[in-house]
């Protein structure tokens, strides 16, 4: 893509572009550290220490955020889990019944459901054998009307991350966004695409804090892009997406990075020797290199192994009938307590 020519704002749909969003009590008055009498929101005065709408800019963890990953915070949006992050995406740039969006299959299955629930054409490239993106054809499949093109590294389900130079080459040859799908980066030995958000107009990378984090109850996503993109999200946001118990909670682990790592490195760990014994049963024909807190494996019959072990009490994901994933089965890796009954019940089987 040539930068030069890249308008953000012939992306936009009409109406967010001409929006005035909603100006919420808290972002009207910005203390300034002094102590204040507020009678501004119609809140309950009496303290519980969530009597307070929450600040509906986060600054908090967008500034924690900002510096660990050496960005400014204008670069940040925050959302209730990545999912919302996504379907926000979906809002600003998509027409309902005229835009399109592409996707490449076998991947996760979010970025479809969001684009039916927004009336937005899905068209779908299928990854090649080797799970990498078919870069000629979904250039081919681009047309006027495709805005974004959704590209999950490491992969949902496959586990594998996508190469540099087919991201690049969509990159540059895309007039749209490219938004790179980074839940589980934090497993992975390769460097996040958010460095690159500078030079990439049309790149938004989203994280969330449900996978390596382990907050997928708190509901956390993240969107790192340019300050244009990061503009145009904010203002269809809804104000208090990211509640308060969820900001604290967030903020906490994410200044917590030793407890962080420790678990990141055991889950790898763990990945490592599941990776080695999953080889060894007789009936896994393909153990699928993983970059994620999961594994892909080709077994016999996938509809037979996912009842057994469902009947042993253990549940994994059945992937058999996504595309190029026949009889494929799903584990994410537990714990190692969890992972020795699993290993057990398998070479039982
Ligand atoms: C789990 C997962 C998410 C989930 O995000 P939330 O922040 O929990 O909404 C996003 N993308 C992919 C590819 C995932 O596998």
Redesign the pocket.
Known sequence: MNNTQFDIRQLVRDNVLDLKPYSSARDEYVSDGTKMIFLDANENPFENGVNRYPDPQQRSLKQILAEQKEISTKNILLGN????V?DLIFRAFCEPKIDNIITLPP??G?YKVLANINNIEEKEVLLLEDFQPDVEQILDAVNPNTKTIFL?SP??PTGNSFSESSIVQILESFNGLVVI?E??IDFSEKESWLKKINDYPNLLV?Q????AYGL?GI???ICYASEDVINILNKIKPPYNVNELTQLKALERVLNQDQVKLEISKILTERENLNTVLKEIPFVEEVYKSDANFILAKVDDANKRYTQLLDMGIVIRNRTTQPLCKNTLRFTVGTEAENKKLIEVLIRL
């Open positions: 889990g990545s999912d919302e996504l991947t996760y979010m999950c992969n949902n799908d839940a589980y989203t969330t804090l449900s996978k997928a509901r956390l996503g």
